[in-house]
Nanobody, 127 residues
Framework: QVTLVESGGGSVQAGGSLRLSCVGS??????????MGWFRRPPGKEPEAVAY???????TYADSVEGRFTISKDNGKRTLTLQMTSLRAEDTAIYYC???????????????????WGQGTQVTVYS
């Protein structure tokens, strides 16, 4: 089965940095053939896309994280990374690694069932 496991969450002071990682397994095709991304769910709010990267390395960032977060992947290691800097209180959320179910380019689908999901990792930013 498809498995995604996140790590790297924790508590950090505003202005600090964290690096999240995700390891994928059980994919039908090569890891590099899939759109991969990070989503987050702030307390009491709906999930939102943070960043995603497609097989051609095209990257999309949410406006709220542009210039502060960097998404990257290593196809050989089957990992996805989110480097977060200049963290703010509003970045507090559960962060989820996700893989698009359909192979190929990122489609930007907002529906939950368009993706496989990890269990999430908590990020808390405090003053």
């Amino acid at each position: 089965q498809v498995t995604l496991v996140e790590s790297g969450g924790g508590s950090v002071q505003a202005g600090g940095s964290l690096r999240l990682s995700c390891v994928g397994s059980g994919f039908s095709y090569d890891y590099g053939q899939y759109c991969m991304g990070w989503f987050r769910r702030p307390p009491g709010k709906e999930p939102e896309a943070v960043a995603y990267i497609d097989p051609s390395l095209r990257i999309t960032y949410a406006d709220s994280v542009e210039g502060r977060f960097t998404i990257s992947k290593d196809n050989g290691k089957r990992t996805l990374t989110l480097q977060m800097t200049s963290l703010r209180a509003e970045d507090t959320a559960i962060y989820y690694c996700a893989r698009q179910r359909r192979v190929g380019r990122c489609l930007g689908d907002s529906k939950d069932d368009a993706y496989y999901w990890g269990q999430g990792t908590q990020v808390t930013v405090y003053s």
